[in-house]
C-alpha cells in the first residue's frame, strides 16, 4: 500500500529552495492557466510557481482567485521558476496572504 507524503508548508518566496519530488503546499494568486498545455501559473510578491494540471479534474479558479496547491515538485528551479505537479487545488479566497506569511515563516521557524 502506498502512502501519499504530507505537503510541508513553503512560502513561493522559498520555494526555489526545493528539489525534486519533495512534497509541497504553497500558497498565491492565479496568475494564468493554459488547458491546452496544461500549465497555471501562481505568484505573489513577486515570486511564482508554475504548476502542472493534468491530474486535476475540477473547477478552475478564476484570474485573481487565492489558491493553495498541493503537490511535488517536478522541475528545481530554473530562471527563477519552479514547477510543480499539483494533486490538489483548492481556492481560498478568505485568507490573508500577509498575515499568512508570517504564520507560516513563524510555523516554519520553530520546527526547524
Same mark, same amino acid.
Given at each position: ?35 491546452? $498545455?496544461?500549465?497555471?501559473? $501562481?505568484?505573489?510578491?513577486?515570486? &511564482? ?6 491530474? $486535476?479534474?475540477? $473547477? ?11 503537490? &511535488?515538485?517536478? &522541475? ?24 499568512? &506569511? ?11
Amino acid at each position: 500500500m502506498s502512502t501519499v507524503p504530507s505537503a510541508r508548508l513553503v512560502l513561493l518566496k522559498d520555494v526555489v529552495e526545493c528539489r525534486n519530488g519533495d512534497s509541497i503546499r504553497v500558497t498565491g494568486l492565479w496568475k494564468k492557466y493554459d488547458a491546452g $498545455i496544461d500549465l497555471a501559473v $501562481i505568484q505573489y510578491d513577486g515570486h &511564482e510557481v508554475q504548476v502542472d494540471t493534468a491530474h $486535476i479534474d475540477q $473547477i478552475w479558479p478564476i484570474e485573481g482567485d487565492i489558491v493553495q496547491c498541493l503537490g &511535488e515538485v517536478t &522541475e528545481e528551479a530554473t530562471f527563477g521558476t519552479v514547477r510543480m505537479s499539483a494533486r490538489v487545488i483548492r481556492i481560498v479566497n478568505t485568507l490573508n496572504l500577509d498575515l499568512y &506569511e508570517k504564520v507560516v515563516q513563524l510555523r516554519n521557524s520553530t520546527m526547524s
